[in-house]
């Protein structure tokens, strides 16, 4: 298995545009999370999704963000608009019941934010 | 709600030495305990976890940890260091109820080892 995949690798924009950052999770796995890392505030979660629904949305810092899970190999997490303080590496991960509550990671996505 | 906090955002050993790794937690039900490990440019890693079986757990890489109640405790500790240790660690803790996926990470520590 390829793992989790998030796309794109890096992503430089200007304040203002609309971001948008990918993730397919492993194939089977049907919990998907979204988390942010900063150096100020460490990894915090973002939203998580059971099943392609959303189950916990409280750590979405405001109305800019909005994540969707379409289908089970597949999510989306954009930033519309975008502002420099977004600045972050945004990681995705998966997991499913039975596997020891482990999360698989993607390779994260480094957003900045001009 | 669960918490973890972790002592010491920057811990240095020298290559061969005892690594210590501090994390306490703060949870309202019995607690699932997890130290993950991220290399530069890379996503986290599993390193070990705790679900309420042997309080003493063992890892990948030598690591392992000591779940103890009475003192929140969940401490990471390795032996003896190798270079190839060094990496940010972060402590994580879920509620053991069912239903609650909710992963909560620590601030990190980066270890570094000291040829």
């Known amino acids: 298995d390829a793992g989790v995949i998030q796309s794109p690798r890096h992503e430089v924009t200007e304040m203002g545009q609309e971001v948008t950052l990918r993730c397919k999770p492993i194939?089977?796995?049907?919990?998907l999370f979204w988390y942010r890392q900063t150096m100020m505030r460490g990894l915090e979660l973002l939203i998580y999704f059971n099943n392609n629904v959303p189950i916990d949305d409280s750590g979405m810092p405001e109305d800019r963000f909005s994540a969707k899970m379409p289908n089970a190999s597949f999510s989306t997490l954009k930033i519309q608009p975008s502002e420099p303080r977004d600045s972050a590496v945004y990681f995705c991960?998966?997991?499913?019941?039975?596997?020891?509550?482990?999360?698989?990671f993607g390779s994260g996505t480094q957003l900045s934010v001009l | 709600a669960q918490s973890v906090t972790q002592l010491g955002s920057h811990v240095s050993v020298s290559e061969g030495a005892l690594v210590l790794l501090r994390c306490n937690y703060s949870?309202?039900?019995?607690?699932?305990l997890f130290w993950y490990v991220q290399y530069p440019n890379q996503g986290l890693q599993l390193l070990l976890k705790?679900?309420?079986?042997?309080?003493l757990v063992k890892g990948i890489n030598g690591f392992e940890a000591e779940f103890k109640k009475s003192e929140t405790s969940f401490h990471l500790t390795k032996p003896s260091a190798h270079m190839s240790d060094a990496a940010e660690y972060f402590c994580?803790?879920?509620?053991?109820?069912?239903?609650?996926?909710?992963?909560?990470f620590g601030t990190g520590t980066r270890l570094t080892i000291i040829p």
């Open positions: 949870s309202s039900v019995p607690p699932y």
């Open positions: 991960a998966s997991s499913f019941p039975g596997s020891n509550e482990k999360l698989f």
């Open positions: 994580a803790v879920r509620g053991s109820n069912f239903g609650n996926e909710k992963l909560t």
């Open positions: 705790y679900t309420s079986a042997a309080t």
């Open positions: 194939s089977g796995h049907d919990y």
